[in-house]
Each structure stands twice: as C-alpha cells, then as structure tokens.
C-alpha cells in the first residue's frame, strides 16, 4: 500500500510526477517527528550499544528523511517554480537543524563510542566498521563534544549556511534567467552556427517576436562567445555573464555580502571546532589531509603548466593581431581567437566534428563501453520523471538482475540550474528481505532537440557526458550494502572525482570513439583523419586551461585558509593578487568571478576545488594501466570495477587505488595527457 503523500512512499522508486510543493511541509515534518521520537528511545538505558538494535535503526530511519529531502532538493534544482522554491526554503532550516542536533547528540555520541569500544566491532563488517569510524568523526566535527554555548551558536551558523548558500544558487539562477538579448539583424550574427541560430529564433518566437532571442544559458553562450565575428556582441554577452550576481544588477540577486557572510561563519564554526580555518576543518576528512598539502600540490603543478600557458596565449596575441586584427586580446575575445586559431592550425572546427556526435548514437556507444568493460547490460526502463524530456535506463547483470537504474535529463532549461552532476536518488541497501539496489540523477545542460533532428554535442560535451556517468557508475555499481559507505559516500572528496575524470580518457581513443559516432546527415562514421586532427590539438592552449582550474582552486584554498574576511581586503582583491601570478587571461575590472562561482559558495566544494587536479593525478594513472593492457580489456575493467567502484567508501581510497593500480600513484600521467611531458 502507497502512501497518500508520495515524498513518503518508499516502496519503489520516487514518485517525482506526483510531488506537489504542497507535499512538502506535511512529509518533512512527520519524517522529522518520528526521527526524534526514535532518538528519544535509541539514547535511553535500554537501548542496547549494537549494531542491530542502535546503529541500523538510526541509519534507516536517516535514510528515509535523505531519500524523501533529496526529492525535493532535486526537484528544485531542476524543475524550479516560485512554489516548490518557497516549500524548500521553508523546510531547509528544519532539515539543517534535525542534522545539527543529530551531530550534536552527546547519547547518540556516547553510544557510538561505546559500539566502538565493543567486542562486537571487531566482528563487524569492514563497511560497518567504516561506518562507524565516519560517523564518531563527524559526531566530532558536528560540535557533539562542544559545551551547551557553543552548540547553540554551531547550529545558528550551520543554518544561516544553509539559507545563504541556497540563496547564492537562487539568484544566480535568477540573474541567469534575467538576462537576454533580442537580435533583429541576422548580419549581428555572423558565424554562429546554424544549430544555435535555430534555437535562438524558435526561443525568440515563443515570445512572440521576430528574431533572435540571445542568452547566458550554456547552449547559447558558450557558441556565441566561440564563433561569433560580432566583437560588440561578445563583449556584451560577456559583460552580462561575469557580472551575474553582482551590484551591477538587481540588488535583491547580489552574492557579494553572501560570500563575505558564508567566509566569516565558515571560519568561526572551525574555531568553535578547535581549528584555525575551514580549510583545515575541511581537509580532516580528505586525502590531502592539509592546506599545506593542497596548495604545495597546487602550486608545484602551476610551475609546471606556467610556461606553457604563457607561450599559449602570447601566441594566441600574435594570431590574433596579425590575423584578426585584433589589437589587444580581451577577455571577450579568448574564446573566438582561439577556435580560429585551432582551425587554421589543424584544419578542422568543432562544428565540424559535432556533426558526429548525434546524442543518441553517443549515448548508445558510451552505453556499449560500459557493457564491455564491466559486464553489465544497458537498457530503457520505466518510472515516474521530473520532465518530458528525462529518460530513464536500467542496469543488469549477465543473469538479467537489476544492478541499478539512472535517470538522464540533458537538456537546458530556464527552470534549471547551470552546469552538470550526479546525484543519488537511492542508495544501495540491505533491507530485511532484499537489497534496495541504487538509483540516480544524470544531469547536463545540453541544447534541446529542435524540430525532428537530435542534438548534435560537441567532443566537449561529450565528455561532460562520460564524466557525469562515470560519477552515476561508482554509485550504481556498488557492492557495499551499508549506505553509510556505499557508492560515492565516505570517498574522500578529493578522491570521488576520480571514477568521472577517468571515464574522459575513453573520449580520446579510437576504439571507442569510431563505435560512437555517425554524421547526423550522411550517416558515415567519424573519418580515421580527422580523429587524427582532433588526437594532434587535444593539447592545445592545456597550459591556459589548467591554470585556469589552478586560479579557480587557489582561491578557493586562500579565501578558507589565510584569508581574514574581517580584514581589510576584499575577496575580490585576493583574487587579483592570485591571478598576477597565476593568470595569463587578465579579465576587466568589472569582472565579479566569486559572485558566481557556485562550486564553493553553494555546491559543497568550500576549501575542496582542489580536487579535481588532485583527483585526475589518480584517474590519469588508473587508465594508464588500461593503455598498458588494452583499451577495452574486460579484465582490466573488472578489475577497476571490483576494487574501485563497488568498494565505494567502505576503505581508504589509496588503498582502493593501490589495490587496482598495484602501487601509489604517480602524477607523469597526468603530466602526458596535459601535454606537459612527452607521451
């Protein structure tokens, strides 16, 4: 029997079509209810320090308000309405606060570490121990053995956190949305390719004007920047992106005392915690272990791509001076110089390969590697989704046994947030009779379909797509049966980018890519010469592009370590100081990059972007061993499969990578795909 409210039906998989922002308040607050009135039983006396009796009822019961808070949250980065927006927020500080006092729960606390200090946790598990060990550490770092004082004031901050960074993502969406740009003169337009063109007119039309409706979302923006001639147009386009968020728009949308505010209370709630900044805090849990380990990393790398960077841009000056007439490069113009000076040096564009790369035909053949290397079997399934255009496949074994299912919403929408992620919608789980096998979310911000022909993705977007499931695949291909540990949780997080950056790699081999392809009109597969093209400029301008993830993560680390936000010097200031070392872009004054820079200041990336350079030190090194013994070697696939993905967090990371890899890793892999060493 189902539930009247779907957010508390758990009896199969989330009802996401029935979910009603009225829904909302109803199921959160009995879910919340019965979790406290369950608290109030596991901390008497009575209640045994066990496995059984104390850790796994507190564990299902949490699972269910995850599962059931986790609809919503999805819900509104992807189908956002004024009234789903105002239910979430409503219930945000009620969610935070149920968290902070589960953390701060001294019986809770004690009961742990009395399971701990049992004989029975030497006959647990090694997820279950895990389990047990993650969570004394965060009890630990949620404030448990904080005095009463300090407790309080830890759970006003951990709220106030959760409002602001919600607020970051809203009006960042809100200003995104905000703007846009009616073009009437198709001359405006030069060199934007006809596919983004087709978009702009249809948008345009559906407001009823005649046409071409410009935008910031990224199907839009990323083109127009790329091929359009019009040097007007792109600095506006540009202007109105980098300052989205800003004083240069709606005050009621500006970040800017939002990320000084989220800078103070995440250094004051490290030093409720014993420790001098959050990035020390947020480094406990993380393979670098330090600030001094992250920026040491960070800083050796910029040494290394530094000279290269620079040589990339100051040739990419004499291009466009000599070629463009472009007198000064400014930022406006990186990205159109750029792509006229990759097609002139390897005689292709990328509108050219996008021809290739038809949506379904990419989806079928990535699908098709997933199969060969690790055994499994990809098919269309059914459930209720979020949206016309989601789809929905299952994963099964060789015996026909469902392993997992993954829903793929791809296209961009206004009611949308921006980038790309993998989230979990279910969790694997041994319930008393069965296992609930894991579910998740797939998300991109692809251009949608127009008309009858599919959507053509750039080679770019098409890795965005393999790293987006190669998150989905270390979550649905887990063996942990503990949630806890099980898929993406407990991994490090610099360590969790490592199964989706190691899936990019499969986007540059032959092998793959010829299975994966065919011209939208002459149905021809990708041509061996111009893959050879593309093979020849995948190091083109690498130099400026890791720098610039260096620039993103150095401030990141600075603004959480040595940074004082009560200070004199603003935000903005540090990052000019970071970028004159750094930087080969200089950006105009105007520039407001931290009011947009979601992955710290609401995506939980805080003192923690550094990990996708750590992380693609492992994921280059684990395919290495993959170019040793095949591309597609199904042994090798099996085995990253069983001592990487369906481990999970239930063991250090480096023990996962050692056990696969046969030793520690080494960064000349990630040195050789980036160009910086010889292959």
Excluded at 95 to 117: C, D, P
Excluded at 284 to 312: W, Y
């Amino acid at each position: 029997m189902t539930d009247a409210n779907p957010l508390l039906d758990f009896s199969g998989l989330p009802r996401y079509s029935s979910v009603r922002p009225e829904h909302v308040t109803p199921a959160i607050d009995r879910l919340l209810s019965e979790n406290r009135a369950l608290i109030t039983e596991l901390t008497q006396e009575r209640t045994p320090a066990s496995w059984h009796a104390f850790a796994q009822p507190l564990e299902n019961a949490n699972e269910r308000l995850a599962r059931a808070w986790g609809i919503v949250a999805h819900l509104h980065a992807v189908c956002d309405s004024p009234a789903l927006r105002e239910a979430y927020n409503a219930n945000l500080p009620k969610v935070t606060a149920y968290r902070t006092e589960l953390a701060q729960n001294l019986g809770l606390y004690e009961k742990l570490k009395a399971l701990r200090g049992s004989t029975e946790f030497a006959g647990l598990s090694q997820s279950r121990r895990k389990t047990l060990e993650n969570d004394l550490r965060d009890y630990r770092l949620g404030g448990a053995e904080l005095a009463s004082e300090q407790k309080q004031r830890f759970a006003e901050i951990q709220e106030e956190l959760a409002g602001l960074e919600a607020k970051y993502s809203e009006n960042l969406l809100d200003a995104t949305n905000a703007f846009s740009l009616l073009v009437t003169d198709r001359n405006d337009l030069a060199g934007v390719p006809e596919d983004v063109l087709r978009a702009a007119e249809d948008a345009a039309q559906r407001e009823s004007h005649s046409g071409w409706k410009i935008t910031l979302h990224a199907p839009c923006f990323g083109p127009v920047m790329q091929y359009a001639r019009n040097r007007d147009l792109r600095e506006a386009l540009y202007r109105a992106h980098v300052t989205r968020a800003s004083e240069f728009g709606k005050s009621d949308l500006d970040n800017t005392s939002i990320v000084v505010r989220e800078l103070l209370l995440r250094r004051e709630k490290a030093r409720l915690l014993g420790y001098r900044d959050f990035a020390e805090l947020s480094l406990v849990p993380k393979m670098a272990g330090s600030p001094k380990a992250a920026l040491d990393f960070l800083e050796d790398l910029a040494k290394r791509a530094l000279p290269s960077a620079r040589r990339d841009f100051a040739e990419l000056e004499v291009f466009a001076r000599e070629h463009l007439g472009l007198d000064t490069l400014n930022a406006w113009d990186v990205a159109f110089a750029s792509e006229e000076l990759r097609m002139r040096r390897y005689a292709f564009s990328e509108q050219e390969v996008k021809q290739y790369f038809p949506e379904p035909k990419v989806l079928e053949g990535m699908f098709r590697l997933v199969e060969t290397l690790y055994g499994v079997r990809i098919s269309s399934d059914s459930g209720e989704a979020w949206h016309p255009d989601v789809r929905f496949f299952r994963l099964s074994d060789a015996n026909g046994k469902v392993v997992g299912q993954c829903y793929f919403d791809l296209y961009s929408r206004d009611t949308k947030r921006g980038g790309a992620w993998m989230d979990e919608a279910i969790t694997r789980q041994r319930l008393a009779h069965e296992i609930s096998t894991p579910v998740a979310h797939l998300v991109c911000n692809f251009p949608a379909p127009i008309g009858d022909g599919p959507t053509l993705l750039t080679h770019e977007e098409v890795m965005t797509l393999f790293h987006e499931f190669g998150h989905g695949l270390h979550h649905l291909l887990s063996e942990i049966d503990d949630p806890g540990v099980s898929g993406i949780r407990g991994v490090e997080w610099d360590a969790v980018e490592l199964p989706s950056q190691f899936m990019e790699n499969f986007c540059w081999e032959w092998e793959v890519l010829a299975g994966m392809t065919r011209h939208v009109a002459t149905g021809e597969t990708l041509p061996r010469a111009l893959f050879e093209k593309m093979l020849a400029a995948r190091h083109f301008q690498s130099g400026m592009q890791t720098v610039r993830q260096i620039e993103f993560a150095l401030i990141d680390m600075h603004l959480h370590h040595d940074y004082d936000p009560a200070g004199g010097k603003t935000p903005r200031e540090l990052l000019d100081e970071i970028r004159s070392r750094v930087a080969v872009v200089s950006p105009p004054a105007y520039n407001r990059f931290l009011n947009n820079f979601a992955h710290v200041f609401s995506g939980g990336y805080a003192a923690g972007y550094y990990s996708y350079k750590w992380s693609e030190v492992l994921s280059a090194d684990a395919f290495s061993l993959f170019e040793e013994n095949g591309i597609l070697d199904a042994g090798t696939g099996a085995r990253f499969r069983n001592e990487i993905l369906a481990v999970g967090g239930s063991r250090p990371a480096l023990e996962s990578f050692v056990a696969f890899r046969g030793r520690e890793p080494r960064i000349d892999a990630l040195l050789r795909h980036s160009g910086m060493i010889p292959a």
